[in-house]
Every structure is written in C-alpha cells, then in structure tokens.
C-alpha cells in the first residue's frame, strides 16, 4: 500500500510569518509531485508541481522535492488569513494514473 | 474557459439505490480520473479513464465502475448504494502524466 504522510496539524502561523508543510512519500516510482490547497466544503485547487529535485518557486510558494529522501515540502511565505485551508500532498504514482493523497495538513493563519 | 464541471453538485439517496454522477473535462483534456473524499481524509482514487479506455482502478468494490464517452465526458455509477459511500466525489482532468484539475465535486448522502 502505497501511502502519504503528513502532518494533520493544525499548524498555526501569524499573518505575515512563513508556514512551512512537510510530506514523506512510500512510492519510490514517484516522478511528479502536487500540492493542493483545500478550503472547507471546496474541491482541491492546484498550487504547485514540482517533478525535479530542488526547489520551485512560484509567488509566495515554494515547493521542495528530495527524492532520495522521499520528501516535499510547501513554504508559504507572508502568509494571509487567506492561505487559512487543508494542504494536501499528492504523488503520482509510479505510473502516472494515480494521485496518492495524504491526509493534509490544516493551516490556520492569525491576523 | 470552462474548468471541469460536474454535476449534480448535491444528491440525496437511500440505501440499495443507484446513482449515475457525471463530469465534463476541461476542453482539450483526455483524461479524467474520479476520487472519493469522505470527511477528513484526503481523496482516495477512484479510476482513471484515457480515450474511453480504463487505464487505472483503486481499492473499490465492483459495485463502483465509470465510462468516459467519445467527448471525453464520464460518469461514474455506483450501485447498491451504502450508508459508507456517502463522501464528496471529485472528477479531475489532466493531460496524460500531468497536473490534473478538480471539479466542484458532487456531494452524495447516502440515508
């Protein structure tokens, strides 16, 4: 059983701090890697890919990918009241048809 | 341009009953998986659908199945309806091997 994990939180960051979102992933096939953002009652929004190792800098986000250590992680710098949602990590797997979802991790920003 | 649309957003329907959901993709996409989300958990894949062909099938019971049609529309059906499939069901497009979008998602409670 391929799987995901992530911490469920919740992470808690004030306004304007960075929020850091960690995932480990079993699936050593894994070539590419998403990360979605999840409001209450809403469907998964795209936020970032990231297919190579390093980082990928996207705005605020920056997303890291270490596939020999079969991690990602999410930075959201500046964070708003309205980063405030569910991150969930998401690798394709091995061939390419599937996302594996973690659980997410549930990020609250303060003003 | 038009994002993935699903439809019903909401259903309401009894045990041992049927239902059909359906999803349209974004214009030019071929592919379409479906996930299942139930509350607090992050979505679970479903199947995955290329050309009209399954290319990819999760843990679920036979009681689930889907077909994509020659517009690269799909449905999804599921019978004998349990009070465990009430979730929130997400429709995806992507092109092969890459990012995929959400739909809206339909909710489904099972009374």
């Known amino acids: 059983q391929k799987e995901v994990e992530q911490n469920s939180g919740p992470l808690s960051v004030p306004e304007g701090a960075i929020a850091s979102l960690n995932c480990t992933y079993s699936?050593?096939?894994?070539?590419?890697f998403f990360w979605y953002r999840q409001y209450s009652g809403k469907s998964p929004e795209l936020i970032m890919s990231i297919y190579s190792n390093g980082d990928k800098e996207d705005g605020r986000f920056t997303a890291q990918l270490n596939k020999a250590s079969q991690y990602v992680s999410l930075l959201i710098r500046d964070s708003q009241p309205s980063d405030s949602a569910t991150y969930l990590c998401a690798p394709f797997n091995q061939a390419g048809t599937a996302l594996i979802f973690g659980k997410g991790t549930t990020l609250s920003v303060s003003s | 341009d038009a994002g993935v649309t699903q439809s019903p957003t909401h259903l309401i329907k009894t045990r041992g009953q049927h239902v059909t959901l359906r999803c349209s993709p974004i214009?030019?996409?071929?592919?379409v998986s479906w996930y299942q989300q139930v509350l607090g958990q992050g979505p679970q894949f479903i199947f995955q659908y290329y050309e009209k062909e399954e290319r990819g099938r999760g843990n679920f019971p036979d009681r689930f199945s889907a077909r994509q049609f020659p517009n690269y529309s799909s449905e999804l059906n599921v019978n004998a309806l349990l009070l465990g499939d009430s979730a929130l069901y997400l429709c995806a497009s992507s092109l092969v091997g890459s990012e995929a979008f959400f739909g809206q998602g339909t909710r489904l409670t099972v009374v």
């Open positions: 699936d050593r096939g894994s070539q590419s």
């Open positions: 214009s030019g996409h071929k592919s």
